[in-house]
């Protein structure tokens, strides 16, 4: 089992990009999923989370209003929609598997990460 | 929004044991995770639910969660336990977000 992001890249500021993170039909349905931030040289940093059935979303500050996360179980791919991105939101972005039912932790599982770059 | 505190660093010399703490108002009622990150790697979680351990994990790893902190402690310490070492909860109630502590930078001297 192992989470599997993509979609980072090098974009200008104010543009948009979308972020994935799939992983196998038995390690994804029935799991709340993470979304984490680590800007270059700095620590870990909570974004976004869906609960097991997508029900409920949650948001840090700094994702509110720009973020989307979502999740589709036919595909096991779990989503994070960026729009308005600005160079303070470049970092690698962890996707990380929680757990059904309140709270959605601890994080069982870890992707290996997908790096952004935004540039004014 | 809630906020953990850690150390900035923390030095040991191998064999030694090294004690990390987290701190956060109340922290005793919320459920502690720790998870380590080496350099260029993504986090592995090392404990959870204050005291567990994954399966995987030495068993130098362990970790506690009373008084005005939750400590991971790592005993008998290696040169490859050097890495940054995260606390983590979960915040619920009115506000439910994640929470990451700063980060400590464990040194083996």
């Not at chain 1, 609960?51 to 996360?69: E, L, M, P, Q, V």
């Not at chain 1, 690698?92 to 039912?101: D, F, M, N, Q």
């Not at chain 2, 998870?35 to 995987?56: C, E, F, L, M, T």
């Not at chain 2, 890495?83 to 700063?102: I, R």
């Amino acid at each position: 089992e192992q989470l599997v992001e993509s979609g980072g890249g090098v974009v200008q500021s104010g543009t948009s990009l979308r972020l994935s993170c799939r992983t196998s039909d038995s390690a994804f349905y029935g799991y709340a999923f993470h979304w984490v931030r680590q800007a270059p040289g700095k620590g870990l940093v909570w974004l976004a989370t869906i609960s097991d059935d997508g029900d409920a979303k949650f948001y840090a500050t700094a994702a509110k209003g720009r973020f989307r996360i979502s999740r589709d179980d036919s595909t096991s791919t779990l989503s994070l929609q960026m729009s308005g991105l600005r160079p303070d939101d470049s970092g690698v972005y962890y996707c990380a598997r929680g757990l059904a039912g309140d709270p959605p932790d601890p994080y069982t599982m870890w992707g290996q990460g997908t790096m952004v770059s935004v540039f004014s | 929004s809630y906020v953990l505190t850690q150390p900035p660093s923390v030095s040991v010399a191998p064999g030694q044991t090294a004690t990390i703490t987290c701190g956060g108002n109340n922290i005793v009622a919320k459920s502690v995770h720790w998870h380590q990150q080496k350099p260029g790697q993504a986090p592995v979680v090392v404990v959870y639910n204050d005291i567990d351990r994954p399966s995987g994990i030495p068993e130098r790893f362990s970790g506690s969660n009373s008084g005005s902190a939750a400590t991971l402690t790592i005993s008998g310490v290696e040169a490859g336990d050097e890495a940054d070492y995260y606390c983590q909860v979960w915040h619920g109630g009115a506000d439910h977000e994640g929470v990451f502590g700063g980060g400590t930078k464990l040194t083996v001297l």
